[in-house]
C-alpha cells in the first residue's frame, strides 16, 4: 500500500509545480494539459491549457496535481517537508512563504530544532520539520 498526495490548484497548477521544482528540488514526471487529453472533453477554451494531471517526484513522495475551477487553498491538511538540518528548513522558509501567508514563524519547539506552518502563494498549506 502506497499514500500519495493529490493537489488541486485554481489554474496555476504548472507554476505552483515549477516553483516546488525549482525551490524544492522536486522533479516533474507527468503533465498533461486538457487539450492533450485524447479523449473528448467538454472544457471551455479558456480551460485548454490547464494541466489535467500532473505527477511530481519531491522528497520521496508523490504529488499529483491539476488545476480545477474554483478550487480553493487546502485549509486543515498541510504538505510536510521533513528537513535534515536546521539550514535546509531555514533555506526552504526563506523562500517558500513569499506571497502566501505564515501562520506559525519558524522556531526551536520542545519537538523540533525548527517547525514552520505557512501556506505559499498557490494556496498550499506546508509544514516545515526539522527534528531534534
Not at 523562500?95 to 498557490?122: N, S, V, W, Y
Request: with cysteine.
Amino acid at each position: 500500500m502506497k499514500l500519495d498526495m493529490y493537489v488541486n490548484y485554481p489554474g496555476n497548477c504548472r507554476q505552483a509545480l515549477e516553483f516546488y521544482e525549482q525551490h524544492l528540488g522536486g522533479k516533474i514526471t507527468s503533465m498533461m494539459t486538457h487539450k492533450e487529453n485524447p479523449g473528448t472533453s467538454n472544457v471551455p477554451d479558456d480551460w485548454q491549457n490547464a494541466v489535467l494531471n500532473a505527477t511530481m517526484e519531491i522528497g520521496g513522495a508523490v504529488l499529483m496535481a491539476a488545476d480545477i475551477p474554483h478550487a480553493e487553498p487546502m485549509r486543515s491538511a498541510y504538505l510536510t517537508l521533513t528537513l535534515d538540518t536546521a539550514e535546509e528548513a531555514e533555506k526552504i522558509y526563506a523562500i517558500l512563504p513569499e506571497g502566501g501567508q505564515i501562520f506559525m514563524k519558524m522556531e526551536e519547539t520542545f519537538f523540533a530544532k525548527r517547525f514552520a506552518m505557512l501556506r505559499d502563494k498557490f494556496g498550499i498549506s506546508w509544514m516545515l520539520l526539522c527534528y531534534k
